[in-house]
């Protein structure tokens, strides 16, 4: 049987690249940094034919404070050193678009109805996607540096609300709900 990975014969002709970090901030809040990078690994052409050289293309940052409960973007900006258009920059302000938006279950949903097509940049709108999920897991980290007791009841576990549903192993009848179930009963 074959595997898709044994079709590549060739070098790639494109890279993307995503790097997203969080940093600890005082109040129980934290700002996401996430970077985008494309870039064209052979030459090509234009539309109107003329020659385009191998090389970055994009590489634009969205930076985003996140805190409160539910977990919630306070404030955002984008930044654009590398574009393929001199108009690009006119839209690195729709990001304030989310401002306000918590990062719970339809994120993604409503990123997309706010930064889609007219309304926003592709690649802005595909980091954030990304931003959202590393965000929480970069906030889990921080608070998790402070050692916690096993809570008194289920209801009392921290951040059920984001995980309980969010893949099949979180599901609600599933494997990590009954530890946690089974962790908090031992330690009555």
Known sequence: MHTLKELRTETPVHERKLDIRTYPLENDQVLVEGWLRDERMVTGYNRDGRPRPPGVVHWMCVRLLLGGRPITILDAEAEMPTIPNPLCPTVADTVKKIIGLPIVAGFSDQVRKRLYGVEGCSHLMHLILAMGPAGLHGYWADQGRKSQSVPK???????????????????????LVRQIRERIKIAE
């Open 153 to 175: 009841s289920f209801e009392e576990t921290p951040n059920l609300e984001y995980l309980i549903n969010s893949c099949q192993l979180w599901r609600e009848d599933g494997p």
